[in-house]
């Protein structure tokens, strides 16, 4: 049996790929031309014999060579084309949706990827009961910071500590900007004194972490609920 990790229930739409995009993802380009102009050549040349009304040997021969000509001239650029369009495409969803799970202040994930991954555990959970710990983490008098050095201030901080979480927890657990000063860790496969650990841990650090606002050296602590 082995331990549960965000990637086994990452939400599914993180993970779908359409069946075309896979094809060329497994294939490669120049796999996926070929295969797809030797298709059209075998459906081509079978489709002009089976249509063919007592065929001479001089019109057999013209069509099937029309019937050969006409898929590898045609095909080709019109496979290229389209598999680059839908990589293109595929592409182009991934980023997006990239966009709408990450917080853009701090580049950590934001609530709404917490919640998805958050009911795809719940849902792993019941088919297969694995422990799971949640941190919330806070930052202390956060609000001060903002009222005495001001908003970028602010902001400095909140990235200093989505920085702190990335490097000090592993690389399996989920860590999320969950609103304002909060910040949310999710640990699979980890009991409620690991998870305690962590949390010291990150306190720790953030603690240690020298923050600094117009010049000034900010004292930034956070608390942390388990």
Known sequence: ??????????????QRRSSLVQFVLRLGLLRGVLVVTALSVLLSVTLTAAFINEPTYHALGMALAIAVLVPLLVAPPTTVITLKMAHELDASRAMVRQLAITDELTGLHNRRFFWECAAELE???RREPRPVALIL??????KGVNDEYGHPAGDQVLREVAAVLQRTMRDADLCARYGGEEFVAILPATSIDGAEESAERVRVAVERQAMLAGGARLSVTISAGV
């Open 123 to 125: 849902l792993a959970d």
């Open 1 to 14: 049996m082995h331990a549960v990790t965000l990637s086994d229930v990452l939400p599914r739409s993180t």
């Open 137 to 142: 983490f806070d930052i202390d008098r956060f």
